[in-house]
């Protein structure tokens, strides 16, 4: 299995550095709980961040091989409004990519053990991430709505997903699940992501990561549940 690994490559203080059937439509969509007060049943259909984290390395090196998928949109920081068919959309392009790039490692395509790329026709669960984001940039949604994401999943290790941040709320693009959820009916803790100020800045989502993340390394299985 290959393995996502957030490890300390940055220096420390510094936060720049030199993540059913096709198509059925918003119905799949799946909107948050809402508990008493209005609020989600997981604490909210927003993400909160716990200050900055360390990025994963493989990320890094994807930046520097690939600097204009790295570049922030100045002045598109505000949540995007989705529109109904907006959110279609996330879910076209999250069925759509799962469906034609297969699963594989990058022991198994490169030869070494992570590195993330925009794949063409096979990768592991951050390629499928990073080619949903690049198609929706295209797209015309904005690079701040898009934030790479690190998890530990259902088993504990880690797993790379797609948050499309929006007015409506966090919705998750996920090569292991068909129909794009919101993050709080996942069944993930959630570690670190992009953060919507600069796409090369990473924050924490866990306050056990402290104010930089701590390393943490999994396994990515794509799997059919």
């Known amino acids: 299995m290959q393995r996502v690994h957030v490890s300390a490559i940055v220096l420390v203080g510094s936060i720049l550095f030199s993540t ?24 909210s259909q927003f993400m909160r961040i716990f200050g900055p984290a360390q990025p994963p390395h493989g990320f890094v090196r994807f930046c520097e091989a690939n600097p204009e998928e790295c570049t922030p949109d100045h002045g598109q920081e505000s949540r995007f409004d ?7 959309e996330l879910d076209d392009i999250n069925r759509k990519i799962n469906r034609d790039i297969q699963p ?16 063409r ?46 007015v409506q709320g966090d919705y998750i693009l996920d090569n292991k ?5 919101m993050w709080s009916k996942t069944p993930y803790q959630f570690v670190m992501r992009q953060s919507y100020l600069n796409p090369k800045v990473w924050v924490a989502l866990d306050t056990r990561q402290g104010p930089l993340a701590t390393a943490l390394s999994g396994s990515d299985d794509r799997s059919k549940e």
């Open 104 to 119: 594989a490692t990058d022991l198994e395509v490169y030869g070494v053990n992570e590195y993330w790329t925009i794949p």
């Open 20 to 43: 059913a059937a096709f198509a059925q439509g918003v119905s799949n969509i799946q909107k948050p709980e809402k508990a008493d007060g209005g609020v989600a049943a997981r604490g």
């Open 177 to 181: 699940i068909e129909d794009v959820r």
């Open 82 to 88: 989705a529109s109904a068919e907006r959110l279609k």
């Open 121 to 166: 026709t096979r990768g592991d669960c951050e390629d499928y991430a990073l080619l949903k984001r690049q198609t929706l940039i295209k797209k015309g949604w904005p690079v701040s709505a898009l934030l790479m994401t690190v998890v530990r999943d259902e088993k504990g290790e880690g797993h790379a997903v797609l948050t499309a941040r929006t």
